[in-house]
């Protein structure tokens, strides 16, 4: 082989490393809308807001106290929520974890009527009516679910419903934290 | 025949001129988010020309009706008329979404090889076929 035809391998390699990239970015498990989160590691928002069910105010730094605390974004108008909430009653049944929800964009009433028919798997609930503090928290689209650590560090976001297999990571990233605590 | 050619080439011409100067106009910011200030308003859209709908996510917040795109409307506007510089808006958005959220995306360090990478391969392509042309006039025939 002469140095010249050497030269011109090097696109046909180029060409194959591309295929195999793409072949394998089809090939594993990946939801290619799902974005980046650019809070993980990052310390949470701060807000404060109305309560669903007490009458008083929501202030976060009172409410995030030092526990491992998911945090879940849901509305009563939101069918993928509904579908989440049994796997959220699962996970509240661990009592290393403390649930605030944050009522998006909802209707008050209707949020409050919708959990007493589903069940209350929250510790407290959070209004955000205009969907600001989700646009703090970075949320392009509920349900969205995120979990902190007790020094109020973000350590995981979930975009979309929970189910059986995030429910297992979930539960897996707490006793991780816990661990290292 | 010919004259026929070219009146058809003009219309088809005057046509994608036309196209292109209603695309400025085609926009979902809606009348009651519209600012007062002219110029803070102009501020606004073109900041929301530059912002990627997370929702639709290859359309900007000012060509989406999506409801998160309307709030972000509603926010950088909010944030303008409290005296945020551009830089500080884009800032607090990629602070919260990621460079994602830009259509365009930033020029840094881990962006150079999206950059550069298509320039390398044209200069790489054009080296190669100077390479073939100078073989091919060494073989005689």
Known sequence: MTSKSKILIIPFIIFVLVIILFYYLLLIERNPSELPSALINKKI????????????IFISTEEFTNETILVNF???????????HEFIKKISQNNKIKIIGINYKDDSKKAIKWLNELGNPYTSIAVDKNGKIAIDWGVYGI???FIVSSKKIIKYRHVGPIDKNITRKINSIISEIEYEK | MKNKYIFLIKVFFITIFFYFQTLNLIYSTEPDEILNNIEHEERARKISMNVRCLVCQNQSIDDSSAPLAKDLRILIRDKISEGYTDKQIYDFLSDRYGDFIFLKPPFKLSTLGLWFLPFIFLLLGIYIIYLHNKRSKKVKY
């Open chain 1, 45 to 56: 928002p701060t807000f404060n807001s109305e309560s669903l069910f007490k009458s008083k």
């Open chain 1, 143 to 145: 349900p969205e679910t």
């Open chain 1, 74 to 84: 849901f509305s009563s108008w939101c069918k993928p929520c509904r579908d989440e």
